[in-house]
């Protein structure tokens, strides 16, 4: 069974807003939907947009491969959509920049990636297009670069991919295809090899080669430590059957080697793996300290870790006991102390004690897992 996990930063636009709450400034905002309307709450439910935006994020489908969206907190511009186009609200739901672009991306620092019509350029927290080309896809900036999807000019029609620092300055030439963007100074890349199968492989931040396309599937660094495939059958770039999961480091030497039939990325110093269809946690050094015993596990977020048990969600702690016992139908990780779940009957936000925040009862608080 494998699950991807995507936490998502795309949120929607409008021309018109209605501040119902004006007390203490919140932390971070929280989206809700109501009758097919988005809104955003605090943390403490109270609701900061009254919901009346049209939908919640979207990926383009050009530049879909290499975004990973992170829902950013505290005061980063939020994405909010009305009548189809795109802009984005301050922490107070406020008006940054009106909604005209076909298609937006979140703020990364100071940019954001957007699109009219088939131009792509990153604007600035004011609006203004700071860099732009002839590019066929962007995707966001990520330690300092930002991805620029080409065309190949030596076919017409293939695509590769660059990187360019906040100057616009070319910082790695087109070369590469289904390059993702950078974690831990990594990013991954894949290229067919003499047999025409596809492996995948990681570059530095110059460019160069540092550990070379040799794997089924990989996934992003995280603390310096990346999840990779080997001896799987390969239907396609993003397409496998079996094979085992491992571990490597920066340098692509295995620290723990492959064994697993599905693992998560470290976070906060464990990782979730499946083996004989069950979720367990382990550290570093490969051992479990949490024995697998679930029926999936997402990673750790803010101390806690999401799992299923017989069908039910709840939440550990880092010694394997239950915080918040399994009970939900559907639920996702805890994001600046809050965390959405489905009650059965509604859906609803919760804290970490397992209260539920809500004050109304909100349909569907739109919070990916």
């Known amino acids: 069974m494998v699950k991807f996990l995507l936490s998502i ?48 994020f979207e990926i383009d489908v050009r530049v879909s491969f290499i975004l990973f969206f992170t829902y950013k907190g505290s005061n980063a511009p939020y994405l909010i959509n009305k009548d189809g186009k795109w802009g984005y609200i301050d922490i107070n739901g406020d008006i940054l920049i009106e909604p005209k672009y076909d298609w937006a991306g979140s703020f990364d620092g100071d940019l954001a990636p957007v699109r009219i019509g088939d131009q792509y350029c990153y604007i600035d927290n004011s609006g203004n297009c700071i860099l732009k080309g002839d590019w066929v896809g962007v995707g966001g900036f ?71 396309p040799i794997y089924d599937y990989e996934k992003n660094f995280s603390e310096n430590v990346a999840n990779v495939l080997v001896g799987a059958e390969i239907k396609g770039v993003l397409e496998f059957e079996g094979g085992k999961w491992g571990y490597i480091d920066t340098s692509g030497n295995f620290i723990i080697n492959p064994q697993f039939d599905d693992a998560g990325p470290f976070s906060e110093n464990l990782a979730a793996v499946e083996i004989d269809g069950k979720w367990g946690f382990i550290n570093k050094s490969g051992k479990f300290v949490i024995e697998p015993k679930y029926n999936w596990a997402s990673r750790f977020f803010e101390g806690l870790a999401l799992v299923d048990s017989e069908g039910k969600y709840g939440y550990i702690d880092k010694d394997g006991d239950y915080i918040i016992k399994p009970k939900f139908i559907d639920a996702g990780n805890f994001y600046n102390g809050l965390a959405r779940v489905n009650f059965g009957d509604k859906w609803g936000y919760i804290n970490k004690k397992g209260e539920n925040i809500f004050k109304d009862d909100y349909k569907k608080p739109f919070f990916a897992r």
């Open 142 to 212: 990520y330690e300092g670069l930002g991805n620029i999807e080409v065309v190949d000019s030596s076919t017409g029609n293939d695509s590769l991919w660059r990187c360019i620092n906040k100057d616009g300055q070319m910082i790695i030439e087109p070369q590469f295809k289904g390059a993702t963007p950078f974690f831990d100074g990594r990013a991954a890349f894949w290229e067919k090899n003499d047999l025409g199968q596809i492996k995948w492989g990681y570059i530095n931040k110059n460019g160069e080669v540092v550990i070379n």
């Open 9 to 56: 930063s795309l949120i929607l636009i409008s021309a018109s807003l209605y501040i119902s709450y004006a007390q203490d400034d919140p932390s971070s905002l929280f989206p809700i939907e109501v009758d097919g309307k988005y809104g955003f709450i605090d943390d403490k439910g109270n609701i900061i947009v009254e919901p009346q935006y049209d939908r919640t």
